[in-house]
């Protein structure tokens, strides 16, 4: 059983930087790659990043890659996403996501466990 607590959203410029943090209970947290999804109003829930469970390995989505940076750390059994040069497009729940499979998904119905997710607002 793994729990996932989001922190960091908020309000943010066009052009700005924001750091999300997933902070995981239970001590099998190393055994899970994580990922990240968000949810804009009206939209499904898409893939935005993930990384394997030991962090040597990072997939990110086309819309992020070259902003935003997934990175982990096991010993803090906490996972982040750095975003950087958001635009209004970017708005939405951002969420974290665990799961035990090494192989790369993008697809949320994979994942086993979710945090209540974060809001991340980017103005214009």
């Known amino acids: 059983q793994v729990q996932l607590v989001e922190s960091g959203g908020g309000l943010v410029q066009a052009g700005g930087s924001l750091r999300l943090s997933c902070a995981a209970s239970g001590r099998t947290f190393s055994s899970y790659a994580m990922g990240w999804f968000r949810q804009a109003p009206g939209k499904e829930r898409e893939f935005v990043a993930r990384i394997s469970w030991g962090g040597g390995s990072t997939y990110y989505a086309d819309s992020v890659r070259g902003r935003f940076t997934i990175s982990r750390d096991n010993a803090k059994n906490t996972v982040y996403l750095q975003m950087n040069n958001l635009n209004p497009e970017d708005t939405a729940v951002y969420y974290c996501?665990?799961?035990?499979?090494?192989?790369?998904?993008?697809?949320?119905?994979?994942?086993?466990?979710w945090g209540q997710g974060t809001q991340v607002t980017v103005s214009s």
């Open positions: 996501a665990a799961v035990r499979s090494q192989i790369i998904r993008v697809d949320h119905a994979a994942y086993e466990y």
